[in-house]
């Protein structure tokens, strides 16, 4: 129907999706991440401490080997959530950063953005589902390209 146009006869509804994302803090969800990545301290570009790693937000990818029969599945970290700010509850702010930005095998987590982009990025509401459009306004902000439009690959290196 979209592609017919206005024309085409019809009401049109467009809806937001809901990405099919994960949070480390779900529990006993399959993933093979390392929970250990929570409170680990986050550095900017240039060496400032941001914060903490507050969550991982991470989605999991199923193919099947035909070859030995069996399903493959891959933790693949879409956003790391970042919590800065004041340990008070009401003090804190989070911000979902693309993981194509984030260096998480460093200790501190480095990131490849400045304390000044993470100061104007959206910010992250963990009691809501991150849709596609909370997705396209995080990567448009922080200049990353969408990743549900390329196609899956087996050998996607942002994987763990």
Do not use: C, K
Not at 104 to 117: G, Y
Not at 137 to 159: G, I, K, Q, T
């Amino acid at each position: 129907l979209l592609m017919t146009g206005p024309l085409g006869g019809g009401p049109v509804v467009i809806t937001d999706a809901v990405a099919p994302l994960r949070s480390l803090s779900e529990g006993n969800y399959y993933t093979e991440f390392d929970r250990s990545i929570r409170d680990r301290p986050v550095v900017s570009r240039l060496g400032r401490h941001v914060g903490r790693v507050a969550d991982v937000l991470y989605e999991t990818r199923v193919w099947e080997d035909p070859e030995r029969e069996t399903e493959i599945r891959r933790t693949i970290p879409r956003y790391i959530v970042v919590a800065t700010g004041r340990m008070l509850p009401f003090g804190r702010r989070l911000t979902a950063i693309p993981a194509e930005l984030v260096h998480l095998d460093q200790n501190p987590v480095l990131l490849r953005v400045t304390l000044a982009e993470m100061r104007g990025a959206p910010r992250y509401d963990p009691s809501q589902p991150l849709s596609r459009q909370d997705e396209v306004a995080l990567r448009r902000y922080f200049h990353v390209r969408n990743y549900w439009m390329s196609p899956p690959s087996f050998d996607d290196e942002d994987d763990f």
